[in-house]
């Protein structure tokens, strides 16, 4: 069983950062894609980036040349390094680890981008 843990989030003004964070407990194996979602008020859970264990990025449209995922293997870690935050970046941003049937979730953590 797989347990992961978000953190980093908060309250930020448009224009700034944040950078989150998520550790796995137990084994994460490189097989694992690693993601992180978001979900907003409303609207459906979306994929914002993913890394494999090799290091293959993928980027949903809205967050490209803005967002940096990346990935630490020898931590069970992934972290996505958010800039030039808008306030439609909104939302609660969940950490995902899947490999063939499984998939694990975090809690999420709330990102807030206003003035």
């Known amino acids: 069983q797989v347990q992961l843990v978000e953190s980093g989030g908060g309250l930020v003004q448009p224009g700034g950062s944040l950078r989150l964070s998520c550790v796995g407990s137990g084994s994460i194996s490189t097989l694992f894609i690693m993601g992180w979602y978001r979900q907003a008020p409303g609207k459906q859970r979306e994929l914002v980036a993913s890394?494999?264990?090799?290091?293959?990025?993928n980027y949903a449209d809205s967050v490209k040349g803005r967002f940096t995922i990346s990935r630490d293997n020898a931590k069970n870690a992934v972290y996505v390094q958010m800039n030039s935050l808008k306030p439609e970046d909104t939302a609660v941003y969940y950490c995902?680890?899947?490999?063939?049937?499984?998939?694990?979730w975090g809690q999420g953590t709330q990102v807030t981008v206003s003035s």
């Open positions: 995902n680890a899947k490999m063939i049937t499984l998939d694990y």
């Open positions: 890394i494999t264990g090799s290091g293959r990025t």
